[in-house]
């Protein structure tokens, strides 16, 4: 009895142990999206729509995992967290980038991926096994499939599957939403054409195939979460 009471109690404290961490990690990724004018629900709506993707990739046979999925869940809001060390004359500006601006933008990738690994660096074991993702997502969610995307040119399965997948839905947030240098939304059905077009380029074909069967869901994540 003794044994079965204790066991029970470590098991609520690890639950307890992974909320605060879980609602931790949220708050400083949130604290640092609050710098520029993608605030509101972006990162619930991340956590959903990769979420859902993953889902329906699962379906169609891919090996993912109940592990994979809780990671990509607490691991999707870290994605931007580089920004925070973006100057605000660049994050905020309300145009088009010039060039040299464009390629200190692109650095963010890079700032979030050793962010996170500094934080790696304190922690050991399963308590920081979802970070080893939110590193693959920070480092990764601006590569493109035919391996023209930054910081690392990687192409095709090279690229983490967790960052393939936040790389489609963060471009759909980018568009459903307007953004401060594009003050208008762009329609769903647009959106599911441009992915379509960008299918095999920018995105990987088997997340896009995903994505097609589910596209409804995204729009219903997206109003669910409104900004």
């Known amino acids: 009895y003794y044994h079965n ?7 609520e404290r690890t639950r307890e142990l992974e909320v605060v961490t879980d609602t931790t990690v949220f708050l400083l990724a949130k604290l640092a999206q609050s710098r520029d004018d993608e605030t509101g629900h972006h990162l ?3 956590r959903y729509y990769a979420v859902a993707l993953a889902k329906a990739m699962k379906e169609r046979g891919a090996r993912i995992g109940d592990e994979f999925l809780t990671s990509l869940y607490r691991s999707s809001p870290l994605h931007d967290i580089g920004k925070v060390g973006i100057p605000d004359a660049i994050l905020l500006k309300p145009a088009s ?4 601006e464009f390629g200190i933008m692109k650095t963010h990738a890079a700032l979030g991926a050793e962010c996170i690994t500094e934080a790696l660096n304190l922690v050991h074991g399963e308590a ?3 970070l080893h993702m939110g590193y ?3 480092r990764h969610h601006h590569e493109n499939f035919d391996g023209s995307g930054y910081p690392d040119g990687q192409r095709g399965d090279g690229i983490p599957l967790a960052a ?3 790389t489609v839905a963060d471009f ?7 953004r401060i240098y594009r003050p208008t939304s762009v329609p769903h059905d647009e959106i599911v054409q441009t992915i379509t077009d960008l299918n095999g380029r920018k995105f ?3 997340v896009v195939e995903a994505f097609l069967a589910i596209a409804q869901e995204f729009r219903d994540i997206a109003n669910r979460f409104v900004d």
């Open 44 to 46: 619930e709506r991340m």
């Open 128 to 130: 920081g096994s979802f």
């Open 97 to 100: 980038l010039t060039a040299e």
């Open 5 to 11: 009471e204790l066991e029970q109690t470590v098991q």
């Open 204 to 206: 990987d074909p088997v």
């Open 164 to 166: 393939r997948i936040i």
């Open 136 to 138: 693959d997502v920070c």
């Open 172 to 178: 759909y947030d980018a568009l459903f939403f307007p």
